[in-house]
């Protein structure tokens, strides 16, 4: 069955965000005073009493009606959440009391048949509630406890009453072949679209407001090709941009996101072609040493004619240069033209991080490319390369033991690096290469 999910849905500015990070241990749900802030659901593995579990974090729900989209996409975000989860649990707000939007949202709940815990938050002591808490059983909802999030009060209680809700046996297992695929880029380039694409349900709020995804959020994914955990990441942004804390925030999320993952996808708009901040975004992913695929987005909105791809694709490669290991494919992420094609790429840049070569078979090549183009020298000295030896993979590392590291050039490194690749292939990966002088010095 898998894990139980939990969902934590309210009224904007209860608490939840603060909850969610409570639990988890670490900020990973954007908390600010500005209501709405989190926009879109993220999920995290929380454990208690020996069974994990996944939390959502939700949007809060504006009951009701509104000709904003960022809040109507947000409820349609919520209520997808109490469709996904095996229990709910209601925040409210002592301060602020029992509300009309508390009641609608009860309301809502009771139709969606899911067993429900209310967290009436913002009780900051210890003791008996105040006689305020009481009016939430008003709600028409059996189970309420008090909790503080701020203050990590009356929350075992809370999951005691969450955990007697669990389905059981459930297999909380998960595979290490799962690829986990993290979609970057600049605002506005098409994960989001992207991701639901893949996905096949829309996960991610969709607009044409530059900037809506402001969280990470995971989903995972099974199909003919694998399985997979797709991370539909922020939008980034340049750092003399983000003026606010929640952008703040949604950048340092999207830099995790791509620390985390095993393949990144690199968005570019197809209409405004490759911008500076597509090359810090690339770069972020090539510095990191990510397993990485170039996907060139609305592409079914340029006017072709012949070798209109073909150009592309160069200005592409220029552009990137330092990436020019990275595939390039060129998908509508709003007509699914080609996406199939990603999970193939997917897995074959995934299988190429993690491929290692025998010392044997790597040494015999070293000593082909030395033949065919001689070390670099300095004042009468040669660079010898005595051998090398695969120390790590995802990226594939390796190490060169030499007379002295000093007489090498970076261009005669990147001279190895093609030859590496020519034989061996590592389409869509960086290659780590390090010198170290054979006595050990630099060891």
């Keep these: 069955m898998g894990k139980p999910v ?43 009493r020996g069974r994990e579990f996944i939390m959502i974090d939700t949007g809060g729900i504006e009951p009701n009606q509104t000709d904003d989209v960022i809040l109507t996409q947000m409820r349609l975000q919520a209520e997808i959440a109490i469709e996904t989860a095996d229990v709910i649990l209601f925040m409210t707000d002592i301060k602020a009391g029992l509300t ?5 949202i009860a309301v809502m709940l009771r139709k969606s048949g899911r067993p429900v815990v209310v967290a009436v938050n913002k009780v900051d002591y210890v003791g008996d509630p105040p006689v305020e808490f009481y009016e939430f059983y008003n709600l028409g ?13 009356g929350l075992g209680e809370m999951l005691d009453m969450l955990f007697e809700f669990f389905p059981e046996d459930t297999d909380d297992s998960e595979g290490s072949d799962t690829i986990r695929v993290a979609l970057i880029g600049r605002p506005n380039a098409g994960k989001s679209s992207l991701a639901n694409r893949m996905i096949g349900q829309e996960r991610s709020i969709v607009s044409d407001i530059a900037g809506t995804t402001r969280d990470s959020i995971d989903t995972d994914i099974i199909n003919d090709y694998g399985k997979y955990t797709i991370v539909d990441t922020a939008g980034m942004r340049k750092k003399s941009r983000i003026e606010d804390v929640i952008e703040r925030y949604s950048m340092v999320r999207a830099l995790s996101a791509i620390e985390r993952a095993d393949v990144c996808l690199i968005l570019i708009d197809a209409e405004k072609g490759i911008t500076e901040q597509d090359t810090r975004v690339a770069g972020l992913a090539h510095d990191s040493g990510k397993a990485s695929i170039i996907v060139v987005n609305k592409w079914d909105l340029i006017d072709k004619k ?3 791809l073909e150009q592309m694709t ?14 390039v494919v060129f998908i509508s992420a709003m007509t699914g033209q080609r996406v199939d094609k990603l999970y193939s790429l997917i897995n074959t840049v995934h299988e190429n991080s993690l491929k290692r070569l025998t010392t044997g078979v790597l040494n015999q090549m070293i000593s082909d490319a030395v033949t065919m183009v001689p070390t670099p020298q300095d004042k009468g000295r040669h660079l010898k390369i005595y051998y090398g030896t695969q120390v790590a993979v995802n990226p594939p590392t390796f190490a060169l033991f030499v007379n002295d590291k000093e007489l090498s050039h970076f261009s005669y490194e990147r001279y190895l690096e093609n030859q590496i690749r020519s034989n061996f292939g590592f389409e869509g990966v960086p290659i780590r290469l390090l010198l170290r002088n054979k006595k050990g010095d630099d060891a």
């Design 100 to 104: 009309s939007s508390d009641e609608e």
């Design 306 to 308: 012949t070798g209109t």
């Design 141 to 153: 909802l059996d189970n309420v406890c008090s909790i503080s999030a701020a203050h990590r009060l």
């Design 314 to 327: 160069k200005i592409v490669k220029d552009r990137l240069a330092f990436m020019s290991y990275a595939p």
């Design 6 to 48: 939990v969902a934590i849905v309210g009224r904007p500015n209860v608490g939840k965000s603060s909850l969610f990070n409570t639990l988890y241990g670490e900020r990973i749900s954007i908390v600010a005073d500005t209501p709405g802030v989190t926009r879109d659901r993220i999920y995290a593995d929380i454990e208690w």
